[in-house]
């Protein structure tokens, strides 16, 4: 089945723990992004990929780093996790862009 | 720069009532896409419709329909018939300029269908 996979799903942490969010899709899509959505602000987008080794900030990349060494996957880290970054995170993938993204099933960080 | 608006923070209608979800966006690009995604309780975002800019027929899936015009720049979506289920968050969304940087998404329109 074509998936966007992303782990944990529910994650609680404390202020300053390095954590990572992993992403994978088994759709040998080249675009890949992290979206972050927080109430009446929609989803934005923190960082996206075109392919891999080349990544590049979205709105909101403050706090956050990625990478892409494999097709497949593109893990979103937090060095230094702060309660700001207390959200729902989608990854999301797609061939081409024009024909829309496939999004994981989110992953609620919420940090204290 | 790229925008999409859904004015409609949250609506409340009785079951079986129609009910449109509206859409306004910008871009400079003449080329564009469009779509709708779902979000239900359960926190999924579900693909509803893709529409490019060359395309202004209107689109009609079973209860659903989406009104695309580029007169006004809107690209608005109705549940007709609306049923419990149909309780979502509900996000426009616009890609454009052909490269990877994603989706732009409206803030959502929360839906709330009432038996």
């Known amino acids: 089945e074509a998936q966007v996979t992303q782990n944990p799903r529910y994650l609680i942490t404390v202020t300053g723990k390095k954590l990572t969010v992993t992403c994978s899709q088994n759709?040998?899509?080249?675009?890949m992004s992290w979206y972050r959505q927080d109430p009446g602000l929609g989803l934005r987008q923190i960082y996206y990929s075109m392919n891999v080794e080349v990544t590049d900030k979205g709105d909101v990349p403050e706090g956050y780093k990625v990478s892409r060494k494999e097709k497949r996957n593109f893990p979103l880290i937090l060095e230094s996790p702060s309660p700001n970054q207390t959200s729902l995170y989608f990854c999301?993938?797609?061939?081409?862009?024009?024909?829309?993204?496939?999004f994981g099933s989110g992953t609620r960080l919420t940090v204290v | 720069a790229q925008k999409v608006t859904q004015a409609q923070t949250e609506i409340s209608v009785v079951e079986k009532e129609d009910v449109t979800l509206d859409c306004v966006y910008e871009?400079?690009?003449?080329?564009?896409?469009l779509f709708w995604y779902k979000q239900p309780p359960s926190g999924e975002l579900v693909f509803l419709i893709r529409?490019?800019?060359?395309?202004?027929q209107n689109e009609i899936s079973g209860r659903y329909s989406w009104n695309f015009q580029k007169s006004t720049s809107s690209f608005n979506f109705t549940i007709t018939a609306s049923q419990v289920v149909d309780s979502a968050v509900y996000f426009c969304a616009l890609y454009s300029g052909g490269g990877a940087d994603g989706l732009t998404f409206g803030k959502g329109t929360h839906l709330i269908i009432q038996p």
């Open positions: 759709m040998n899509h080249e675009y």
């Open positions: 999301a993938s797609s061939l081409t862009g024009t024909y829309g993204y496939t």
């Open positions: 871009t400079r690009d003449t080329t564009y896409y």
């Open positions: 529409r490019n800019s060359f395309d202004e």
